[in-house]
């Protein structure tokens, strides 16, 4: 298996037999791109402990239902967290300063 910084990206099985393709594209397919590399792997190997049937059904499953649409993103972006973090200090001292 193949991590870099983002998800994995690449699988292949040597001399076993596990989903190794059905379990990437099934990470691939379910999770959003901001997800990262440690929950990409952690599905990777949650589709690989289902065994080669279920392995196979959930990566057709997967594929299906996200072919055309990404699933929605995990994390709020760096100009949401600003604008949120911005929001929180209003509402703090403005509070504060009622009679």
Request: hydrophobic fraction near 40%.
């Amino acid at each position: 298996m193949l991590v870099d910084d983002s998800s994995v990206t690449d699988a292949a099985a040597y001399g076993v037999r596990v989903p190794a393709d059905d379990a990437w594209t099934a990470q691939l397919y379910e999770l959003p791109y901001d997800a990262g590399p440690l929950l990409s792997f952690e599905r990777f190997a949650e589709v690989v402990a289902q065994g080669p049937e279920k392995a196979s059904a959930r990566a057709e499953a997967a594929r299906a239902k996200y072919q055309d649409d990404e699933p929605a993103e995990m994390y709020i972006g760096q100009a949401d967290r600003r604008n949120q973090s911005f929001l929180t200090g209003i509402a703090l001292s403005g509070g504060g300063n009622r009679p």
